[in-house]
């Protein structure tokens, strides 16, 4: 075990305890005092909520649940939207049909998701809501990116783009134009692409969102760095770590600092370059983001054994390694999981479709069973009728004899 790893273990162990002693002196302090969180509040008033009320208390509730469980929040979305449909909520429905998208998508079960979101845009449609339309729109493109159908994504994203620009949400709009930098991206068109990003960081000097500026300057680095323009590309970066730095977005950050040590070292400034991967893995480390490690210690193997260092190389390819091999076991779990969770809503699609064929099997059983009787019935009537003629006939033959 190298000097990293065995650091690296020691202080996430460390903190963990120190954070657990810190809980239980929180919680000795707080005991005799009763503390609701968002969720018991919520809960508390569920019990007496009926009707739409009770929707947008569920859609609440998925808020609330969404990043702690999953499968919870789950529930809560398709409960809102199936008593939406029976009160006859319309807006509840789609908001809760939004929800069910956005926990299947966490799920990983694009398939259903998408077809919530569909469920969710028809309703704000009809609705006329201009705001839900947009985000439908957008939800959508998003699962088509995962879907690596860059064409399908971008026709929804432009179509929420132009809805945006109606509704005068500047904030949006700049969401929405570096949604459409990265798909024109990942189509490899550049030029379209830095447009985007450009109309972007107008936008946001023009609203004195200075926060968000990341996105557009760090994807424009980008750019320029596959392009090869190393310059340009380091000068973006230099902004985009200033207003990450400026705003604590430490993911961001840890980013950026790790490409502009990939573009320094393309630059062959292999000791600038180590410097600031060594910032990078240190912020990586701190919290905890396990695939940025892992591609900043392999981007430093390169630059040393380059450099001449190739002892140097194999101790950061051999934790580079280590981590891939932790981060390959932690995918495989999540892969299972996705798929138990996929199994298990399609399953529950057969079980209620089952359901429904042995009810209208029954119901035509019983009526087969009806049809019968009441067959029976009438030819029973008939043949006593008949029986009841013939019988007076007969008397009144003998009669006349």
């Known amino acids: 075990m190298n000097n990293f790893l065995v650091w690296k273990k020691i202080n996430r162990a460390m903190s963990k305890f120190i954070f657990k002693v810190c809980l239980l002196i929180s919680i000795a302090e707080l005991f005799p005092y009763p503390s609701f969180s968002q969720t018991d509040s919520l809960l508390n008033v569920m019990e007496t909520s009926e009707g739409a009320e009770r929707v947008d208390n569920l859609n609440a509730l998925f808020r609330a649940t969404i990043n702690t469980n999953l499968q919870e929040a789950l529930g ?69 990116t995962m879907y690596n159908d860059n064409d399908k994504a971008l026709e929804f994203f432009t179509k929420a783009h132009e809805i945006i620009k109606k509704t005068g949400d500047r904030e949006k709009e700049i969401l929405s134009l570096n949604n459409l930098g990265n798909v024109q991206r990942s189509r490899t ?81 292999f000791s600038v370059a180590l410097d600031t991967l060594e910032k990078a893995l240190a912020i990586a480390d701190n919290i905890s983001d396990d695939l940025q490690l892992a591609e900043i210690l392999n981007t430093m193997a390169h630059i040393k054994f380059e450099s001449g260092d190739k002892d140097g190389a194999f101790l950061a390819l051999q934790n580079c ?51 019968g009787l009441l067959v029976a019935l009438l030819m029973g009537g008939a043949g006593y009728t008949w029986l009841k003629i013939w019988s007076i006939k007969k008397d009144q033959a003998e009669e006349k004899v």
């Open 76 to 144: 809560h979305a398709l409960e809102g939207a199936e008593l939406a449909e029976r009160v006859g909520y319309r807006q509840g429905k789609a908001n809760s049909l939004n929800n069910v998208g956005v926990a299947y998508k966490n799920m990983g079960v694009l398939d259903r998701a998408l077809s919530s979101y569909m469920g969710a845009l028809e309703i704000y449609e009809q609705l006329n809501d201009d705001g839900g339309i947009a985000s439908g729109l957008n939800n959508i493109g998003a699962i088509y």
């Open 189 to 269: 068109y550049n030029v379209i692409a830095k447009e985007h990003y450009r109309r972007a960081l107008e936008l946001c000097e023009t609203t004195q969102r200075k926060d968000l500026t990341f996105d557009p300057l760090f994807n424009m680095a980008n750019i320029y760095l596959a392009e090869q323009k190393y310059d340009t590309a380091l000068l973006f970066y230099a902004q985009a770590r200033q207003t990450a730095s400026e705003f604590n977005n430490l993911n961001g950050l840890v980013h950026t600092l790790s490409s502009m040590g990939k573009a320094y070292s393309l630059t062959k400034q």
């Open 321 to 371: 390694m280590e981590i891939k091999d932790n981060l390959a076991e932690a995918e495989v779990k999540k892969r299972v999981r996705e798929m138990q969770f996929s199994l298990n809503a399609h399953l529950n699609d057969y079980y209620e479709k089952e359901k429904e064929v042995r009810t209208l099997q029954l119901t035509n059983s019983r009526s087969v069973v009806i049809i």
